[in-house]
């Protein structure tokens, strides 16, 4: 009996204690939201409410690393401030999950993720958020699809019966942290196609298709490569100079390319900051600031 109540009491501590620090928190969260089905499959989302002085603005998080997105990556954003630090600023965040290379490849990825913009712009007017204001940003993967829809906006569709379709995907301004924008030129060689890039171009990898395929594949997913001439939002790109995964490399031919057509792009170089680094709220907080001055 004694050592049940024991139990019992380190339970009731340990909920008693998770409820601090909710109630300590500065935004309400929205958990698993179905934001479109596929195949029977829902694409969810996590939606942080600010608590006080909401601006009336959104910041749509892409939420993917490794193209990977589990509820893992939702607790990594979690733990990098990302949730706290912006709706402390006042912004409604929308942490939107576009599937996994598990499931999807990257055409789909990249369809699944302009679908998350479009959702989140159908329904601003449910959360106080202005449509035509909205951030976009992600980390790694979610930087590399956050990109590339960007640079790649679906137009509306008046006539379509699924009401998000009846807007288009574009957002205000983008920032992101260290992403892929080049899967054909990975610091000055070719990417291992062998790997996740691989299963990223092509479902279950790349088998037997020749270079052509593959070559053509990656452009149509790079980022840098889909830039062109005509209106395009303020990009803010932050990247380590030690990053052992995603090359500093990838974010500077962003930003050139994005200059070469006239837009308007910045690049924070961390020191010594890997993939990611330990103070990365810091950063986090910048780029905040930075939304703050582009929406």
């Known amino acids: ?14 909920a008693l204690t998770a409820l601090a620090q909710e109630e ?17 499959t829902g694409l969810l989302a996590d939606i942080f409410k600010p608590k006080e002085k909401a601006n009336g603005l959104g910041i749509i998080d892409i939420v993917c690393g490794a193209w990977h997105s589990d509820r893992g990556k939702m607790r990594d954003h979690e733990r990098a401030q990302v ?9 409604v965040v929308f942490g939107m999950r576009p599937g996994s290379v598990t499931k999807y490849d990257g055409t789909e990825l990249l369809a699944n993720t ?24 992600g980390a790694s993967a979610g930087g590399h699809l956050s990109l590339l829809a960007s640079v790649t906006p679906v137009e509306a569709n008046p006539e379509s019966k ?5 807007v288009d995907s574009r957002v205000k301004a983008v920032s992101v942290f260290f992403p892929p924008t ?38 149509e997913l790079s980022p840098r490569h889909r830039i062109a001439a005509g209106p395009l939002p303020p990009y803010l790109l932050i990247h380590g100079d030690a990053d052992p995964m995603v090359p500093l490399q990838q974010s500077q031919v962003f930003i050139d390319a994005v200059k070469a057509v006239g837009g308007n792009a910045e690049l924070i170089v961390k020191p010594g900051g890997g993939h990611p680094w330990l103070t990365l709220p810091e950063e986090v907080e910048k780029m905040a600031v930075w939304f703050d001055t582009n929406l």
């Open 1 to 14: 009996m004694i050592r049940r109540i024991g139990i019992v009491g380190a339970a009731l501590c340990v």
């Open 24 to 40: 300590n928190l500065p935004y309400e969260q929205q958990q698993n939201v179905v934001y479109e089905e596929i195949h029977g």
């Open 83 to 91: 949730f706290n630090i912006f709706t402390k600023h006042g912004y």
């Open 114 to 137: 302009k679908t998350a913009i479009r959702w989140v712009k159908a329904h601003a007017a449910e959360y106080g958020v202005d449509p035509n204001r909205l951030g976009l940003m």
């Open 162 to 166: 699924k009401e998000y379709e009846r």
């Open 182 to 219: 080049d899967l054909m030129d990975w610091d000055g060689k070719k990417p291992d196609y062998e790997g996740m890039i691989g299963k990223l171009l092509f479902a279950g990898g790349v088998g037997s298709r020749t270079q052509e395929d593959i070559d053509a594949r990656a452009k």
